[in-house]
């Protein structure tokens, strides 16, 4: 059966440092990839999404990136964190029409 | 562009009875997938249900049926005899064509089974 995690499942970092985010998919190949970003009491904001190794689509112009250096492995980076950048981040993966998501990453930038 | 509506931020329930939570969606594409998820206080999302939208009936999973009614571009959720784990954040979201189209979710309702 296919799983999907992520880590750190919290982290707290201070303005102005880096970030990495890290989501692995196990149990299928070549999947689609997203990350979202959900901000306190709202609803979810696609980030980014792939569709391959190597190929990044950019939704919202913001100060993070994000890259897929292995089929199963999508990662998400900053080099300088805002702020703004505060909220829970969610990775999923496509199986058809459905989207199955991870357990999240809590980010608090203070 | 899509656009998914959900009118109620908060909705309560007695244990065992069932509750509808209400959706509506705009979307110009000709073909569209609607879902619904469950976020508990643990943060995960999880899936509860899929309407495609020419799928002649409507969709059911278990506890979970959704009222698909197209003419009014509306997706309502019914949850049939509550549990006191069904306590969480419900969000509607849809898909139209394209093989990597992103989810578009609505704002949430949250759900609040009494005992």
Not at chain 2, 13 to 36: I, N, R
Not at chain 2, 99 to 113: D, E, I, K, N, P
Request: hydrophobic fraction near 35%; include cysteine.
């Amino acid at each position: 059966s296919q799983t999907i995690h992520q880590w750190p499942a919290t982290l707290v970092q201070p303005v102005g440092s880096p970030l990495s985010l890290e989501c692995t998919v196990e149990g299928t190949s070549n999947p689609n990839l997203y990350w979202y970003r959900q901000a306190a009491g709202r609803g979810l904001q696609l980030l980014f999404y792939s569709v391959g190794i190597g190929q990044i689509s950019s939704e919202v112009p913001q100060n993070l990136s994000a890259s897929r250096p292995q089929d199963r492995q999508f990662i998400l980076s900053s080099k300088k964190l805002l702020l703004s950048d505060s909220g829970f981040y969610l990775c999923a993966w496509r199986q058809g029409f459905v989207e199955f998501f991870g357990p999240g990453t809590r980010l608090t930038v203070l | 562009a899509q656009k998914i509506t959900q009118t109620q931020p908060g909705m309560f329930v007695q244990e065992k009875e069932a509750v509808t939570l209400d959706c509506t969606y705009d979307t110009s594409d000709p073909s569209y997938g609607l879902f619904w998820y469950k976020q508990p206080s643990s943060g995960e999302m999880i899936f509860l249900i899929y309407q495609g939208s020419y799928d002649q009936q409507n969709a059911t999973e278990g506890r979970y049926s959704l009222n698909f009614q197209k003419a009014r571009k509306s997706a309502n959720l019914v949850i049939s005899a509550s549990q006191l784990g069904d306590s969480a954040m419900y969000f509607c979201a849809m898909r139209g064509d394209g093989s990597a189209r992103q989810l578009t979710f609505g704002s949430g309702t949250q759900l609040t089974v009494l005992p």
